[in-house]
C-alpha cells in the first residue's frame, strides 16, 4: 500500500447507508461490502482515520460518485471485529467535517482528496440562549416520542459546546437522511441551531397531532361498545315484557325469507332452530356469522325449484345434429333416454357415462342434451380432485366450511333438475384426506341419491331429478362400483369423412369468424383439409385440427396487415399448406415403405385413439435367451414368451431344427422406446414376427393385425376394435386380421370404415402366417410332416412329444 500522509488530506473513503454520521457521533457499523472492507483494512493499516459519507440511493450496492453526498465526515476506528461470516463490525467516532475536493482511483476502494472544515468554538450570549430553547424544546419533544430514552436528555444536558450539543442532538434525532445531510451541510452554529429548533417543532406538532388522532380513534371505540351494550340491555328488557324482538331490520328480512321458502319439514325444523339461536347471538360474534352462513345456503338451495321438461324428440334430434355431427349410436342411445323421459313423468336416473378419446365431443354432447331437454347446464370438473369434502363438503365444525361442489353447484344453478356433466371422472385421485370416486357412490345411484348427505347441510337432499353425465377418456381408471352404477356409452375417433365435414361445416366458419374474416375471405378446398388432417394431426378427436385452422388464420391475418390488403382472398390447396404450417408432422400412407423380414405391423389402442404397431424382430448367435425391449408392461412381455412358445411347438411344420431356440438369441423390440405399452393384443404380432424372422420370409407391409394368442395358437378376442380399424385406415393398411370372437363387434363399426378395410377373421395362429407371411406360391409356409412333433433335449437324450393341436 501507498503511505499517504494526513497533510494531503487524502482518506480512504466508506460510503454509508441510511445513516449519516455527525462529529463527536459515537456509532457502531456493520460492513459486508468488499470495497468498504478494504478501505477500512487500509485505513487500520495507516492512520485509523477514514471519511464516511451518506449514499443518496441506498440500493445500490455499487455507488458511483454522482451517488454521494460531497460533504461527510471524517472519523476515527475505535474498534474493529471480524465477524464469522466475512463482515466486519467496526466502532467509528465522527471527528471534524471535510467535503470532497476529488476522487482518486484505486484498484481495491476508492481514495477522497477532501477540505476539512474547522469546528467553530467558543460560545455567547446568542449561543447559550439558543442552545437552552433548543434543549427545552427537545425536552418536550422527548416526552412525547418514547423512541428517545432518558439518557440521551441527560447526556445532552451535560454538553457546555454549542457545537458538539447541536451536532450530538441532530444524531439522535429520527429525521430523513435529506434532513440530516442538510444539518450536516450547515457549518454556522448558529443557522445549524435555527435548523435544528425548527426540526424539532415540527416533529413535535407531527407528535400530537398523532396523539390526537390516537384519542378519537379510541374515544369512536369506546361510543361503538356503549352503543351496543345498550343496544344489549333494550333487547333484554323487551324479552322480560313479553315483546316480540324486534332486532335489527335484517334480521326481520331473513324472518320473512325461510317463512317465504318452500321447504321440506326436516330443513324447516332444522332452520327455525338455526334462526332462533341466531336471535340469541351478539351480531358481531364468530358464531353468529357461521350460523348466518348456514342459513343462507340453505335458503338458497333449488328444494323444490324446478325446470319444466320441454321434451320434443324430433326437436332434440335436430338439435344434437346441429350441435355434432356423426356419433350415430351416442345420439340413439340418448334419444331413447329422452323418449322414456317423455312418456313418464319420473324414472330414476338415468346416469349416463361418455367414454372417448379427447376432443370428440364428450362435454359439448352433454350441453346438447341439455338443450335438447330445456334445462340448465351444470358442469363439474373431478379433474385432480383428491379430497372428499369437495364431494361431500366440510363439517361446520371446521373454519371456513362450506358445503361440497354438487350443493354449490345446484346454488349456482338455481333449479333442482338440471342436466349436471360431472367432467374427467376418471381423473379423481385418493390420498390421506379420503376418496373422492367412493364419495360419488351415493351421488350417482339412482336407489340413493334421493337422500344425499352432505356433511355441511347435515340435511337429506333429494338429486334424483338430475340427470347426471358422466364423462372419461379411460373406462379402466374408474374404479368398479362406480362404473357399475353407470351406463357406459363409448364415443370413438371421427374418420377422415367426419372430420372432413367437421372441418367444413363448424371449425373453419369459427376460425375465420374469431380472427376477423369474412366468409370466402379464405377458402380450404378438399385436399387441403385432408392434408393437415393426415399430415399435421394425429388424433382421435378435432382439436389439434382446429388450432392448426387458427394457426393458419393468424398467419393470413399478419399477411394481410403487413402488405396492406385487407380485401385479398386466399385459397388454400394442398400445395401450399407447407407455406403456413411448416414441415409435415407425419407420415401418411403405407405403413412400412417396403416388405420386410422381421417387421409385422399391428394395432394398438390408446386415450386418444389407435395407433400403428411396428414389431421388430432380429436374430443372433447364441444359447436361446429372450430379449424383449421397448417399454413394455409384464403382460406384452408375457405376450411375447407365449408366441415363441408357440413357435417351437410349430418348429418341425415351419421346417425349423426342433433345437433351433438353443442356438440363437432373440431380440424382440417395439420401436418408440419412450411410450409405455401394455396388452395382450400383440401377441399374434410378435409371433409373426419371430416366424419371419426364423424363416427369412418377408411379411406384407399392407397387413395389420390384432389378437391375442395361446400356447396352442388360437386367437382370442381384444377390445379398442374401433379405434383400431380407424388407425389402419388413416395408415392407409389394405387387410386387417381380426379374432373370429370379435365379429360381434363389426357390426357396430360404421359401413363406411369397413369398405375401405378387408377384414379377415382368424381363429389360429396359422391362418394369421398363412395370411401375412409372403412364401413362393410352389412352396407351403408349413411342410407335410406325418406327426406334428417337436424334441426337448432332456438329461442328454431325445424325448419325442406330441403337441396338444
Not at 689 to 708: F, H, K, N, W, Y
Request: charge should be positive; charged fraction near 30%.
Amino acid at each position: 500500500m501507498d503511505n499517504i500522509t494526513t497533510s494531503n488530506k487524502i482518506y480512504p473513503l466508506m460510503p454509508l447507508r441510511d445513516i449519516v454520521m455527525f462529529p463527536n457521533m459515537v456509532a457502531p457499523l456493520v460492513i459486508g461490502r468488499q470495497k468498504s472492507i478494504k478501505a477500512l483494512e487500509y485505513a487500520m493499516a495507516n492512520r485509523s482515520e477514514i471519511f464516511l459519507t451518506t449514499q443518496k440511493d441506498a440500493t445500490i450496492d455499487d455507488p458511483g460518485r454522482d451517488v454521494l453526498y460531497r460533504l461527510g465526515t471524517i472519523a476515527s476506528i475505535l474498534q474493529l471485529l471480524r465477524l464469522p461470516d466475512g463482515t466486519i463490525k467496526a466502532l467509528v467516532e465522527g471527528k471534524r467535517r471535510a467535503e470532497i475536493i476529488k476522487f482518486t482511483a484505486r484498484p481495491e476502494f476508492v481514495m477522497a482528496e477532501l477540505e476539512e472544515h474547522e469546528p467553530e468554538t467558543g460560545s455567547s450570549p446568542e449561543l447559550e440562549a439558543y442552545v437552552r430553547e433548543t434543549m427545552f424544546s427537545f425536552k418536550y419533544y422527548a416526552k412525547r416520542n418514547k423512541k428517545i430514552s432518558p439518557e440521551v436528555v441527560k447526556t445532552l444536558g451535560r454538553i457546555v459546546e454549542p457545537a458538539k450539543f447541536v451536532d450530538v442532538l441532530a444524531s439522535h434525532m429520527p429525521l430523513k437522511i435529506e434532513e440530516k445531510q442538510q444539518i450536516l451541510k450547515t457549518l454556522s452554529v448558529r443557522e445549524r441551531l435555527e435548523l435544528v429548533l425548527a426540526m424539532i417543532h415540527k416533529e413535535s406538532e407531527i407528535s400530537s397531532l398523532e396523539e390526537k388522532i390516537r384519542a378519537q380513534v379510541k374515544k369512536n371505540m369506546e361510543k361503538t361498545q356503549r352503543n351496543y351494550y345498550l343496544a344489549e340491555q333494550i333487547r333484554v328488557i323487551q324479552k322480560e315484557m313479553g315483546k316480540n324482538e324486534e332486532g335489527t331490520s335484517e334480521i326481520d328480512e331473513l324472518e320473512q325469507l325461510i317463512k317465504k321458502k318452500k321447504l321440506p319439514k326436516a330443513a324447516r325444523n332444522k332452520l327455525t332452530k338455526e334462526f332462533k339461536k341466531l336471535k340469541m347471538m351478539q351480531p358481531m360474534s364468530a358464531e353468529a356469522t357461521v350460523v348466518r352462513n348456514y342459513i343462507d345456503t340453505i335458503i338458497s338451495l333449488p328444494w323444490y325449484e324446478k325446470t319444466r321438461n320441454k321434451i320434443d324428440i324430433k326437436a332434440a334430434e335436430k338439435i344434437m345434429e346441429e350441435d355434432h355431427y356423426g356419433l350415430k349410436e351416442p345420439k340413439e342411445r340418448i334419444l331413447e333416454y329422452l323418449a322414456v323421459q317423455a312418456q313418464v313423468k319420473k324414472i330414476k336416473g338415468p346416469i349416463l357415462c361418455l367414454v372417448g378419446p379427447p376432443g370428440v365431443g364428450k362435454t359439448s354432447l352433454s350441453k346438447s342434451v341439455a338443450r335438447a331437454m330445456g334445462r340448465k347446464f351444470v358442469r363439474l370438473s373431478l379433474g385432480g380432485v383428491r379430497d372428499e369434502a369437495e364431494i361431500r363438503g366440510h363439517r361446520r365444525t371446521y373454519i371456513g366450511a362450506m358445503p361440497g361442489k354438487i350443493i354449490q353447484s345446484l346454488q349456482k344453478a338455481k333449479t333442482n333438475n338440471p342436466v349436471f356433466c360431472l367432467d374427467e371422472v376418471d381423473k379423481m385421485s385418493t390420498d390421506f384426506r379420503g376418496d373422492p370416486s367412493s364419495a360419488l357412490l351415493e351421488v350417482l345411484d339412482p336407489e340413493q341419491n334421493n337422500s344425499f348427505n352432505d356433511h355441511y347441510l347435515d340435511l337429506d337432499y333429494d338429486l334424483s331429478d338430475v340427470f347426471f353425465i358422466t364423462t372419461a377418456n379411460n373406462l379402466p381408471a374408474i374404479p368398479p362400483p362406480l362404473r357399475d352404477r353407470m351406463e357406459v356409452i363409448k364415443l370413438t375417433g371421427y374418420t377422415e369423412e367426419d372430420k372432413l365435414q367437421i372441418a367444413r361445416g363448424f371449425l373453419i366458419p369459427k376460425q375465420l369468424e374469431e380472427n376477423g374474416f369474412g366468409k370466402g375471405d379464405i377458402t380450404f378446398n378438399e385436399a387441403a383439409i385432408l392434408q393437415i388432417v393426415r399430415r399435421y394431426t394425429r388424433e382421435a378427436g378435432v382439436r389439434n385440427l382446429e388450432r392448426n385452422f387458427a394457426s393458419i388464420c393468424r398467419k393470413i391475418a399478419r399477411d394481410r396487415l403487413k402488405k396492406d390488403k385487407k380485401s385479398k382472398k386466399y385459397r388454400l390447396s394442398d400445395k401450399n399448406i407447407v407455406k403456413y404450417l411448416g414441415t409435415r408432422k407425419f407420415r401418411f400412407g403405407l405403413a412400412e415403405e417396403k416388405d420386410a423380414i422381421g417387421l409385422t405391423t399391428g394395432l394398438a389402442w390408446t386415450e386418444v385413439g389407435g395407433e400403428l404397431l411396428q414389431i421388430e424382430t432380429v436374430l443372433m448367435p447364441g444359447n436361446g435367451k429372450l430379449t424383449i425391449t421397448g417399454k413394455l408392461g409384464d403382460v406384452m412381455q408375457e405376450s411375447a414368451q407365449a408366441a415363441l412358445s408357440y413357435v417351437r411347438t410349430r418348429a418341425s411344420k415351419l421346417g425349423l431344427d426342433p433345437d433351433f431356440y438353443q442356438k440363437l438369441d432373440v431380440h424382440v423390440h417395439v420401436p418408440e422406446g419412450a411410450i409405455p405399452k401394455d396388452g395382450p393384443s400383440a401377441g399374434i404380432t410378435m409371433a409373426t414376427s419371430m416366424v419371419s424372422a426364423l424363416l427369412q420370409l418377408p411379411v406384407r407391409r399392407d397387413i395389420a393385425m390384432t389378437g391375442e394368442i395361446t400356447l396352442r395358437g388360437y386367437v382370442l378376442p381384444i377390445g379398442g376394435l374401433t379405434e383400431k380399424l380407424l388407425a389402419a385406415r388413416r395408415g392407409n393398411i389394405r387387410q386387417v386380421l381380426v379374432p373370429r370372437e370379435n365379429e360381434r363387434d363389426l357390426r357396430k363399426i360404421a359401413p363406411r370404415i369397413l369398405k375401405s378395410l378387408e377384414i379377415t377373421l382368424i381363429e389360429h395362429m396359422d391362418e394369421v402366417l398363412e395370411k401375412a407371411i409372403i412364401h413362393p406360391d410352389d412352396e407351403p409356409l408349413f411342410k407335410d410332416v406325418p406327426f406334428d412333433i417337436f424334441w426337448l433335449k432332456m438329461d442328454g437324450r431325445d424325448e419325442m412329444v406330441t403337441p396338444a393341436h
